[in-house]
Every structure is written in C-alpha cells, then in structure tokens.
C-alpha cells in the first residue's frame, strides 16, 4: 500500500476539542481547536458532563475543517489516531467512537495516543519541522499541565519508538491545578495560567517566602523494589499557604471586586488587570509563580542529572508559561543542556501532538484493537 505519511489526529480528553493533519510526524498540514474555556469559564473549572456535549457538538466540524485546511482526502490518509486517555471519560470517549467510525468507514488502521506522550511528542515535531538534528536520548521530560506535573525518562525502545519511565509525579494538585486555583482566590480568570503570568512582572517575587517540603515516599512506592530515585511534586501545600495569607492579611473583599472590574472588561488581556491589584495581591502572584517554577526546575533538573539524560523537554499548558521557559533555560545553558519547549500554541492541548505521537506508531504497526475503549487513568511508564 502507498504510504503518505498522513495522519488525522483527533483529540478529546479534557475541554479542547481538536483535529490535524500531520505529515510524517514533522509537519502540520492543519490544526485545529475548539476551546471550550467560555462554556467552564462561569464555573471556574471543567464541568464533565457540559464538557462531553460540547465535544459531540464540535468533533464533526472540527475534522471537517482540519481536513479543508491541510487539503488532504479522507482517502489519502493512512490512519486515525485518537488520544485514548488519560482525561475525563466522557469526553474521551467522544473522540474514539467518532475515530473508530471513520477509520472503520474508510478502512484505515486506528492508532491509539497517550494525551502525555503527545505532549511530548509536540516538542519532537516542532524540532523536525525546524529541521534540527534529532533529540538526543535519554531525555528527561516534564509534562506539566492543569491535569498533570510528571517527570519522565524518556529512552529509545525498538527502531522508531521511545519508551517511557515515571520518575516522578505530584502527589497531590498539578501544578497548572494549583494555578487556576490560586487564580481564582484573588478574583482573576479563568484558566489562571495565563493571568498569574501576566501579572507575576509588577509584583516582587520576595514579597512572600514560600517553601516546599521534601515529599514523604508512599507505603507502595517504597514498596516498589524498582521504584529507584523520585522526584515528585506536593503543589497542595503551596495552595493553602496561599489561602491563609489572603485570609490573614484580609484581601477577600479586594479579589471579589476584582473579579467585578475584570467581569465588567470582557476582553481584558492579563497584564492590563495590573491596575486592579494592590502591591499585595502583586507580590503574593510574583511570589507563587516565582516558588512553582522553582520546584519545578529543582526537581526536572535533579532528576536530569540523576539519570544522565542528555536534554530536558518541557510540555503542557504550564510550559507556555513565560518565567519557566526563562529559568528553565538559563538553568539549561548553566549546565550545558539543552532544553526543549512547544511554541505557545503546541504547549495547550492540541490534535497535532496526538498525530505526531501516532506516527512512530504507525511504523512500528502498533494499531489500536477493535475494543479499544477510553482509558481515563491511562498511565505513561
Ligand atoms: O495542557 P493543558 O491545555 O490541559 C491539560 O491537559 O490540563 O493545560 C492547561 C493548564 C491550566 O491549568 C492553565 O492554567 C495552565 O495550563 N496554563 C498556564 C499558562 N497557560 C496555561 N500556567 C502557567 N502559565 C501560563 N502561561
Ligand atoms: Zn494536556
């Protein structure tokens, strides 16, 4: 059979409805994706139930349009990947029946994608879009992100794929979690991401010492004879200093009005809220964001060191973050290692890293079983 290269990834795990087209794994003919961040906007986070409807609503318009825009045929493509977990079921579940049926439909080979390795796999097809020389492996990977704060070895296995070792995780809230948490306490929007980021720069990240905790080893990972060295996460901690230093210092009444002054400016970009916060509420962000990122970057570049990796990648909505890309390259050049991020569009959920993700895949034959069902604990290594 005539081999193109060409796979529709479709992608439905949490509350972005997406579809690409990807050439070889390397080039996005299109991309795709229908937020739903209005819809959960009003709720401050991801309602389930709302977020299957809207993906049944928007998975036959999206593909439609991600096949016009790369100007490829359904019967040009070789397969239909789908991201298979992890995420909410509901909403993955939309994704693989209408996948399953078109692949059905147009005798094509069905491929299933861990959401995380795509997140991975984003940075990969963006090095071989720009033409790099191939990332040197063992990598270590931080997949970061509203649903997830997981360190990965990532490791050569068979011609074309790479397999994957957790070693290490949150053990709590993720970090993006703790972001749209604290967000949403001192009256910005949502997702928090965004607007902390924003807002971090006019605050002192001193103004607040916030610290984290070595993280205590569970019962069945010390357990685990071959758990080896860990790296994990506790973001919880962090949130409640967070809590408690709003209430101490009585900055309640001050975020509901913000949250009425930014719901009277639809539209209103991150950095331009500055005016509605006091020099507290400033430097309480700058000192959050400023605590997170260190975490982040002690833990991702212990363990790096830990295992000899030879580059470290960062992806998930988190690595969109401007202060983490600053630091974590600065760190990288200190230690002579390259990092690696997604452009800002590749960082948040997205259909081309689950097409790219699909095609290694696709070489080695992996193709996905007839029973093959949403798996919203799915687990990467
Ligand atoms: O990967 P993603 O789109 O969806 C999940 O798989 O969770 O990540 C969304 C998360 C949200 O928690 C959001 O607040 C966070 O990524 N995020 C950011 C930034 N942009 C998005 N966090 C920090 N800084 C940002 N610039
Ligand atoms: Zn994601």
């Not at 967000?183 to 010492?209: M, N, Q, R, S, T």
Request: charged share 20%.
């Amino acid at each position: 059979m005539k081999n193109n290269g060409l796979i529709l990834g479709i992608e439905s795990s949490c509350d972005e409805t997406a579809a690409a087209v990807v050439r070889a794994g390397g080039e996005a003919l299109s991309n795709v994706v229908a937020s739903q961040i209005v819809l959960h906007q009003d709720y401050g986070g991801v309602v389930p139930e709302l977020a299957a409807r809207e993906h049944l609503r928007n998975v036959v318009p999206v593909v439609r349009a991600a096949m016009e825009q790369s100007g490829v045929r359904f019967s040009d493509l070789d397969a239909v990947a789908v991201t298979e977990g992890p995420g909410l079921a509901g909403a993955l579940q939309v994704g693989i029946l209408y996948a399953k049926a078109l692949a059905f439909g147009l005798g094509k080979p069905l491929i299933a994608v861990n959401h995380l390795e795509g997140h991975i796999h984003a940075v990969v097809m963006e090095a071989r879009q720009r033409g790099d020389s191939a990332m040197e492996l063992p990598l270590l990977a931080l997949v970061v992100s509203g649903g997830h704060t997981h360190l990965y070895l990532a490791s050569e296995s068979g011609q074309t794929t790479w397999q994957y070792r957790n070693v290490g995780r949150t053990v709590d809230d993720a970090a993006g979690e703790a972001y749209d948490k604290v967000a949403k306490l001192l009256g910005l929007g949502y997702p928090g991401g965004p607007w902390l980021d924003g807002l971090a720069p006019f605050g002192d990240p001193k103004a607040v010492p916030f610290q984290f905790h070595a993280i205590q080893r569970r019962e069945d990972d010390r357990r685990d004879a071959d758990a080896g060295a860990r790296f994990d996460f506790s973001f919880s901690g962090i949130k409640s200093a967070v809590l408690r230093y709003v209430k101490s210092e009585g900055m309640q009444e001050a975020a509901v009005a913000r949250a009425n002054a930014i719901a009277a400016h639809p539209g209103l970009k991150p950095a331009d809220a500055a005016s509605f916060c006091d020099p507290k509420a400033l430097g309480l962000i700058a000192s959050f964001q400023s605590a997170v990122v260190g975490v982040l970057m002690k833990q991702t570049f212990a363990a790096a060191e830990a295992f000899g990796a030879r580059g470290v990648l960062v992806s998930g909505g988190v690595a969109a973050n401007r202060e983490l890309r600053r630091r974590f390259l600065a760190e990288g050049a200190r230690r002579g290692l390259p990092v690696a991020f997604p452009s800002m569009a590749l960082s948040t959920d997205n259909a081309a890293m689950i097409a790219a993700a699909a095609w290694p895949k696709f070489l080695a034959g992996e193709f996905a079983s007839e029973g093959m069902s949403a798996a919203p604990q799915l687990r990467l290594g």
